[in-house]
C-alpha cells in the first residue's frame, strides 16, 4: 500500500485548510478550487473540521480505492482511535 500512496502529505508547522472548502459560486456543484489545487500538489492532507477534529481528506479516487480494503483505515466513529 505505501506504493499507491507515496505522495505528499501536508507537514504538521502548515495551516490545516477548514473543511469543508468553499465551492466557486459560478458552480456550486463542481468540486471546491481547493480540492482541485490539493489534489494536484497534497492528494493526503489533514483538513480542520466544525468540531476541532483533524481527519485526513484524501482527494485522489485511486489513493481512496487503496485505503478501502486496509483494515488500518475506519469510518466507525465510535472505533477509539477514530
Known sequence: ???ALSCSVTGASEPLPEYPLPRAAECPLAPAPAAQELRAGKPI?????????TPWLITRHADQRALLPDPRVSDDDLDPGW
Open 1 to 3: 500500500m505505501t506504493d
Open 45 to 53: 492532507t489533514k483538513v480542520r473540521i466544525w468540531n476541532g477534529s
